[in-house]
Nanobody
Framework: QVQLVESGGGSVQPGESLTLACTVS????????IGWFHQAPGKEREAVLC????????GYTTSARDRFTISRDNVKNTMLLQMRSLKPEDTGTYYC?????????????????WGQGTQVTVSL
């Protein structure tokens, strides 16, 4: 059974940076496509960034394209989400999700495995 555990969330001020980690166990790491999702308070879960097993990927939001970076550590079976110049609208719960596919998707329902989420709060 594939298990995902997110870490690295916290409370920061606008303009600061955070790096979130998604550590995967119980499955074949190199068969998985990993995505990061953001759920702001009272809103739907939204895809942020994705990296597939062939090191291709996609950024789905303006924040992702402008200020966030995703990277894959194949030694530690960890996917990192590096967030810089954080803004209050980045506040929310960040989830990583995995699917046994070569393809990224921004549709939450196609991901088979989910972590429990890590909270990010950006405020003065």
């Amino acid at each position: 059974q594939v298990q995902l555990v997110e870490s690295g969330g916290g409370s920061v001020q606008p303009g600061e940076s955070l790096t979130l980690a998604c550590t995967v166990s119980g499955g074949t790491w190199d068969q998985l496509t990993i995505g990061w999702f953001h759920q702001a308070p009272g809103k739907e879960r939204e895809a942020v960034l994705c990296r597939n097993r062939k090191l291709g990927g996609a950024g789905y939001t303006t924040s992702a394209r402008d200020r966030f970076t995703i990277s894959r550590d194949n030694v530690k079976n960890t996917m990192l989400l590096q967030m810089r110049s954080l803004k209050p609208e980045d506040t929310g719960t960040y989830y990583c999700a995995a699917r046994k596919s070569d393809y990224c998707s921004q549709t939450p329902g196609v991901y088979e495995y989910w972590g429990q989420g890590t909270q990010v709060t950006v405020s003065l």
